[in-house]
T-cell receptor
Framework: EDQVTQSPEALRLQEGESSSLNCSYT??????LFWYRQDPGKGPEFLFT???AGEEKEKERLKATLTKKESFLHITAPKPEDSATYLCAVQSGGGADGLTFGKGTHLIIQP | KAGVTQTPRYLIKTRGQQVTLSCSPISGHRSVSWYQQTPGQGLQFLFEYFSETQRNKGNFPGRFSGRQFSNSRSEMNVSTLELGDSALYLC?????????????FGEGSWLTVV
């Protein structure tokens, strides 16, 4: 059974204070690891897909990396508008059960 | 390019009733999947449809069902509603089958069961 654990559950940072969010996963044959951002009352917004260990992707202040057991979402010099819940999800080789999501990291960036 | 569209956005139903939620995928996307999101359980996979066929199903009771039409639009139905069915129901679409493809979500339908 695929499992995804995200840490920390919540994180409060000052504007400009860089940090990293962790996503640890157990999956039988990774087809893809996905990062989403979710604002209150809205659906998840796609950020990145990573397919193999060593892969990295960047978008503005966000950078996602992937190893065989975990993924990190690095946030550089965050701004208040980066406040959101960040969700990590995996899809396994069988693809039989859709995406398996972690519970998310609730990020607050204080001005 | 329009995103995934879900209707209705908000609804309130009484325990024992049934509900139908609708989803229009991104133009050109043939796969539609549904998820339930609750504060306690997070996002959980319900089912996936591709070319009008259900490919995968999550661990939910038979009261939860869905279908996909020839234009890729999808509906999900929940019968005999229970209080615990109160949740945000999210529809997502992808170009091909879910496996390995990027999945885009709609804004969701908020269901409250009273």
């Amino acid at each position: 059974e695929d499992q995804v654990t995200q840490s920390p559950e919540a994180l409060r940072l000052q504007e400009g204070e860089s940090s990293s969010l962790n996503c640890s996963y157990t999956v039988s044959g990774l087809r893809g690891l996905f990062w989403y951002r979710q604002d209150p009352g809205k659906g998840p917004e796609f950020l990145f897909t990573l397919y193999s260990a060593g892969e990295e992707k960047e978008k503005e202040r966000l950078k996602a990396t992937l190893t065989k057991k975990e993924s990190f979402l690095h946030i550089t010099a965050p701004k208040p508008e980066d406040s959101a819940t960040y969700l990590c999800a995996v899809q396994s080789g069988g693809g039989a059960d859709g995406l398996t999501f972690g519970k998310g990291t609730h990020l607050i960036i204080q001005p | 390019k329009a995103g995934v569209t879900q209707t209705p956005r908000y609804l309130i139903k009484t325990r024992g009733q049934q509900v139908t939620l609708s989803c229009s995928p991104i133009s050109g996307h043939r796969s539609v999947s549904w998820y339930q999101q609750t504060p306690g359980q997070g996002l959980q996979f319900l089912f996936e449809y591709f070319s009008e066929t259900q490919r995968n199903k999550g661990n939910f009771p038979g009261r939860f069902s869905g279908r996909q039409f020839s234009n890729s639009r999808s509906e999900m139905n929940v019968s005999t509603l229970e209080l615990g069915d109160s949740a945000l129901y999210l529809c997502a679409s992808s170009f091909g089958a879910v496996s390995g493809n990027t999945i885009y979500f709609g804004e969701g339908s908020w269901l409250t069961v009273v």
